[in-house]
């Protein structure tokens, strides 16, 4: 807050004699009462409210029907016979009903419905709605549906173009799932299994406000398609032909790398994890042996190492590239591929908000915050064992039971190191969504809506 140094440096008049009149004083008085409230109210505006109830949104009691909370708005969605209908609502106080649209689903098979479930997403000016494996694409501002299909869509930086992944099986190679046959299996796009590869991928990229085809291209075998990370819309692909970065506008490669065999084996499988590109060798049974870590923005190499054996896995990593060994998760350091610290056994790490947060592997239950590169204790989390899903980068929202159902909430901002308690819900409550603003909980008969800041 700037402050504006008051003159003092001229000199008093000379004294009066005599006090003047009370009179005199009452219009000058009236003035400066005035100015000084005016002044302390600027001076002085009321603090942040770190907790806020602001209403409730309703939904069918019984049915938990799903909810999400993106882009600074709360999704709703029920069931009408073979259709969805889609509320959004603004989280004002109270929260008000936006738009509310029905429709049907493009997917015919109702039983594939429920692959992947029901999932919300902001990209420019439409909201992408995924139901299992199809899509449907409705108008940010009015809700109006603009197009739909029955294969999942991803959205591409930018918010304007996604990418449609079909693979494409020869005919007889649907899997036997009664028979229960062991072996590796490949799916198509709406989750049904087969067992031996596609014979072509097609990729498509779409435009995400009309649904219509921008770029299209047709690679041989099983493929590995990711939207990359960052600014502009760009596409990396695995194929059995070496890997590349797609312009996503166009579709045209912009990079190519061949990864070298392994063993006389080539890559089965990759994943973007942060700011890699990793891809996976296997043996004939089925294990990695080795992975390969590449720069995404221009396919550079970057590391490769062996992967130590593990028939089952003992932990999981989220968001950051780590060595499943005997003795606890090794984190491994991006730019090189080597172990910089382990943690200990028993738990899980998950990339957030700028730390690494260590969960019990067979609980969930949080332990602590630590410092990516070092492993070092950052916020000990011991008397908050749950984060809100859903949370920002930039804050980590935590939830413990209180009595008869009800929560308390507090939130860690990015490198602030401490909890920092907001309130609670004094009522009961199940699960919870959370954004860099809202809270939105499932209570008894609504969803209950409060706002809060770090």
Request: charged residues 20%; aromatic residues 6%.
């Amino acid at each position: 807050m700037a402050l504006i140094e008051l003159d003092l440096t001229d000199q008093p008049g000379p004294a009066p004699s005599s006090p003047p009149p009370a009179h005199l004083y009452r219009l000058p008085g009236l003035i400066l009462a005035a100015v000084l409230v005016l002044a302390a109210g600027a001076a002085a505006p009321a603090g942040p409210t770190l907790w806020r109830y602001l209403g409730s949104l309703p939904v069918t009691p019984g049915l938990e029907e799903p909810f999400e909370l993106t882009g600074g708005r709360a999704y709703t969605m029920n069931e009408i016979g073979p259709g969805r209908q889609v509320t959004a609502w603004s989280l004002a106080e109270p929260p008000q009903q936006l738009w509310q649209t029905r429709y049907d689903l493009p997917a015919r098979d109702q039983d594939a419905i429920g692959f992947g479930g029901f999932h919300v997403e902001r990209a420019g000016d439409v909201v992408l709605i995924s139901h299992g494996p199809s899509a449907t694409v409705l108008d940010g501002h009015s809700g109006q549906v603009r197009w739909s299909t029955g294969t999942p869509v991803a959205a591409m930086a930018g918010g304007r173009i996604g990418l449609i992944q079909e693979p494409r099986f020869r005919p007889g190679t649907v899997y036997d799932q009664e028979s229960g046959a062991p072996g590796q299996l490949w799916f198509t796009a709406g989750g049904e299994p087969h067992d031996e590869p596609p014979s072509r991928t097609d990729l498509r990229g779409v435009d995400l406000y009309t649904g219509a085809t921008v770029w299209s291209r047709s690679v041989p075998g099983a493929v590995i398609a990711e939207t990359a990370p960052g600014d502009a819309p760009a596409v990396l692909l695995l194929s059995s032909t070496g890997m590349e970065r797609l312009d996503g506008v166009t579709g045209r490669p912009v990079h190519r790398t061949a990864p070298p065999k392994v063993d006389g084996r080539s890559p089965l499988s990759g994943e973007i994890i942060g700011d890699l590109m990793m891809i996976y060798y296997y043996d004939t049974e089925g294990y990695a042996t080795h992975e390969a870590a590449y720069a995404p923005g221009d396919l550079a190499p970057l590391w490769v190492r062996d992967v130590p054996p593990a028939p089952v896995q003992r932990a999981a990593c989220t968001g950051l590239v780590c060595s499943d060994e005997e003795a606890g998760l090794a984190v491994l350091d991006p730019a090189t591929g080597r172990p910089m610290w382990r943690a200990p056994t028993g738990v899980d790490l998950i990339r957030r908000g700028g730390y690494l947060l260590e969960q019990e592997t067979s609980t969930g239950t949080l332990v602590r915050l630590v410092d990516p590169p070092t492993g070092t204790s950052r916020v000990d989390l011991d008397r908050w064992p749950a984060e809100v899903v859903g949370g920002s980068d930039e804050s980590i929202v935590l939830r413990r039971g209180l009595e008869k159902g009800v929560s308390a909430f507090g939130v860690i901002d990015a490198g602030h190191d401490r909890v920092q308690p907001l309130g609670t819900t004094a009522m009961a409550i199940s699960d919870c969504q959370a954004d860099s603003r809202y809270v939105v909980c499932r209570a008894q008969d609504s969803l209950r809506v409060w706002a809060y800041r770090g």
